[in-house]
């Protein structure tokens, strides 16, 4: 995993608040679009697939979006990761999960074994209310199960096996600490707090409310892959923290560990 990225030069630092704002709001039409392109795709008559093939699901359907190996590779890569240092995919939390939650829908149905962690949870966060709903329906068509009504602790919900995906509109920083209390594991998107400021505050704030032993996965950047994603400096964050590489391939994110004390 380990791979020396190219280093920005200081005549390249004020250009990177900048790209990673355009490199968000890009993100963010761009994962709006496929959302509702295969929702949409779950609605539609026999008639309009291939008749050889009948009706696309989401899943299927999701074939066709042009990151969806690298989600795959990312979220395999971080559940591969969180295993290795004896974390327990039972309750998990996602920050920033946006209207395309495939990390979130992925770890929860690939990588969460239901007779290790019965009764486990994947609570997806965003402060976009829309991109939080839009979201919802695109994991419940997904899985082919209904979305059920709002309860104290998230706005919607669907059933998944023993399981729940759940989807609360929050921001990081005004999240309950009895809900970080409960996750064993809290996953912060990389476009969540876009600047190193921000995101020391809210990694600061989501330890200061966890519980002694679980992680805080949060994704980070280096080298020049800090012009599309903000950058989290481990020395920042007084816990213990593992500074953890990212596969070459991937147009992602790298990652940083820290454990809850």
């Not at 939080?132 to 919900?157: F, H, I, M, R, Y």
């Not at 600047?195 to 980070?220: C, N």
């Amino acid at each position: 995993l380990g791979h020396s990225f190219p280093t920005r030069r200081s005549s390249d630092l004020a250009l990177g608040p900048d790209l990673v704002r355009l490199c968000s709001d890009a993100e963010g039409r761009l994962e709006a679009h496929w959302s509702q392109r295969l929702v949409d795709s779950a609605a539609l008559p026999l008639r309009s697939w291939f008749p050889i093939y009948g009706r696309k699901s989401p899943l299927v359907a999701l074939d066709a979006f042009p990151y969806l190996q690298n989600y795959r590779a990312l979220v395999r890569l971080e559940a591969g990761l969180l295993q290795a240092v004896g974390a327990a995919l039972q309750h998990v939390i996602f920050i920033g999960s946006g209207p395309l939650p495939l990390s979130s829908l992925l770890i929860g149905r690939d990588h969460i074994e239901p007779s290790a962690a019965p009764g486990w949870s994947v609570t997806s966060v965003d402060s976009d209310v829309a991109a939080l709903e839009a979201g919802a329906n695109l994991v419940a068509a997904a899985l082919s199960s209904p979305l059920l009504p709002a309860t104290k602790t998230s706005s919607l919900s669907c059933r998944h096996r023993s399981g729940t995906f759940a989807f609360l509109p929050d921001s990081a920083l005004s999240l309950s600490p009895t809900l970080l209390a409960k996750a064993s594991v809290v996953c912060l998107a990389a476009l969540v707090g876009l600047t190193i400021e921000s995101k020391v505050d809210i990694a600061m704030y989501l330890i200061s409310h966890m519980k002694p032993g679980p992680f805080l996965l949060a994704r980070s950047a280096d080298g020049l892959r800090s012009f599309a994603y903000p950058v989290v400096p481990h020395d920042a964050i007084v816990t213990r923290a593992r500074e953890l590489g990212t596969p070459v391939e991937l147009v992602s994110p790298s990652h940083l560990l820290i454990e809850a004390y």
